[in-house]
């Protein structure tokens, strides 16, 4: 079975620094693309941030660049969101998610949430 | 950026009837090499993730119920499920995965009249 389990999400203040993880089991981690979705009442889905299956590519939506970083670590099976300077519209639940195909999400982790105020 | 539009926001339907999701693009999502649109649906049940239903615009997730179909090519797309079960009490998202940066439909909350 295809599992995707995120830590990492808590309050911080605004400025602040958060580092997620996702654990992934139940597949050949290394040979998949991986990425992070997050999720808010008021905007619902938005995509952050993928990497290609060997970390070779990354890419993320405008509102994150030069803040957040995404990497992973395929002897771990293990996927990273390193999140900087942090903004109010950053809280929301973060997704770690499988790609297959061309760009869809075929698998989802349960969501950590990060919260971002004072 | 590719603009993706549900409608309706929400919709009430009866058990046993039939719904039916549009979502729109502000652009096509057909690439012409492969003849495929590159159009996504989700499924998320209150308290759990989002659940890949469709891809390609109408081609079904293993494991997911024949009720669940989709329609459409280029800037218009359609989620219809017919005979409504209780269990299908969501919110459908639509997704472009056409390119980057991937984006989703607002949302269309389905309940049960």
């Known amino acids: 079975e295809v599992q995707l389990v995120e830590s990492g999400g808590e309050l911080v203040q605004p400025g602040g620094s958060l580092r997620l993880s996702c654990a992934a089991s139940?597949?050949?981690?290394?040979?998949?693309?991986m990425g992070w979705v997050r999720r808010t009442p008021a905007r619902g889905l938005e995509w952050v941030a993928y990497i290609k299956l060997d970390g070779s590519g990354k890419y993320y939506v405008d509102s994150v660049k030069g803040r957040f970083t995404i990497s992973r670590d395929n002897a771990k099976n293990s996927l990273y969101l390193q999140m900087n300077s942090l903004r109010a519209e950053d809280t929301a639940v973060y997704h770690c998610v499988r790609l297959s195909g061309w760009g869809r999400f075929d698998a989802w982790g349960q969501g950590t949430l990060v919260t971002a105020s004072s | 950026d590719i603009v993706m539009t549900q409608s309706p926001d929400s919709l009430a339907v009866s058990l046993g009837e039939r719904a039916t999701i549009s979502c729109k693009s502000s652009q096509s999502l057909l690439y012409s090499s492969n003849n495929h649109n590159y159009l996504a649906w989700y499924q998320q049940k209150p308290g759990q993730p989002p659940k890949l239903l469709i891809y390609w615009a109408s081609t079904r997730e293993s494991g997911v119920p024949d009720r669940f179909s989709g329609s459409g090519s280029g800037t218009d797309f359609t989620l219809t499920i017919n005979s409504l079960q209780a269990e299908d009490v969501a919110v459908y998202y639509c997704q472009q995965c056409y390119g980057l940066p991937y984006t989703f439909g607002q949302g269309t909350n389905l309940e049960i009249k």
């Open positions: 139940g597949f050949t981690f290394s040979t998949y693309n």
